[in-house]
């Protein structure tokens, strides 16, 4: 039998693992910005070099993201796995491809699988995207209508996958609803919304999927054009 002697935990592995700890405790928000490297490591109790290399490895964690010339900034509260990494990295339009298919079967099994509880959540969230008076507003109320969608889906892996992508989804909306939509569409858009819920209310899984299709069709072919 081998057995791997222990090992001290580094300077560096405490200085990450405080600074894991103050992020996850709200010490600094997601958005916000570290202290520059001087006041980390007086804060920490090491010195510089160890500071750079803790908050280099929770960058590489997806916890910190750097801009140059700016600062370091909060990406997340705890690290990011391998499946985040990736949907981050990912082009928009694939990210907003595998929406789809979530969400159109996420309409289907809302259909026949809702309670009364869950068509309250629905007609509530779909009056907060009407009231939606910002673009950044309107990005919160539409996934909030869209997570309670899957959530009335009653399936516990499907809402697992969503929220998973739920970062991922943020931003692509965050692109989308900077688009350029004529009048027309926009109403389109917002009618769609109203029949996927009463769609759902009405337990018409086919009208559901239907209404999903018209939500996204119109992004997605915008964002299959080529840039000019």
Do not use: C
């Not at 057995?3 to 580094?10: E, G, Q």
């Not at 996850?24 to 916000?32: A, T």
């Not at 980390?40 to 916890?63: F, K, N």
């Not at 700016?70 to 907003?96: E, F, Q, W």
Request: proline share 4%; aromatic share 2%; no cysteine.
């Amino acid at each position: 039998m081998t057995v791997r002697a222990v090992r001290r935990t580094s300077l560096v592995d405490a200085a990450t693992a405080e600074l894991r700890r103050l992020i996850g405790e709200g010490e600094w928000p997601v958005g916000s910005k570290l202290p520059n490297e001087i006041e980390l490591s007086r804060m920490l109790g090491v010195g510089r070099s160890t500071a750079r290399e803790a908050v280099r490895a929770l960058i590489s964690a997806g916890q910190l993201h750097s801009h140059q010339g700016s600062g370091t900034y909060v990406a997340s509260t705890t690290p990011l796995s391998d499946l985040d990494r990736k949907l981050r990295r990912a082009a928009v339009i694939d990210v907003y491809e595998v929406r789809v298919a979530l969400e159109v079967e996420a309409g289907r099994l809302a259909a026949t699988r809702r309670t009364a509880d869950d068509v309250s959540a629905l007609r509530a969230a779909l009056a907060a995207r009407d009231r939606a008076g910002s673009p950044s507003a309107l990005v919160d109320a539409d996934i909030a209508l869209h997570r309670a969608v899957v959530a009335a889906s009653h399936n516990p892996v499907l809402t697992d996958v969503f929220d998973s992508f739920l970062d991922a989804i943020r931003a692509v909306a965050a692109n989308v609803v900077t688009l350029d939509t004529p009048r027309e569409r926009a109403d389109e858009i917002h009618q769609a919304h109203h029949d996927l819920v009463a769609a759902i209310e009405a337990g018409d899984a086919g009208a559901a999927a239907q209404a999903t299709r018209r939500n996204v069709e119109h992004t997605l072919s915008q964002l299959r054009e080529p840039a000019p």
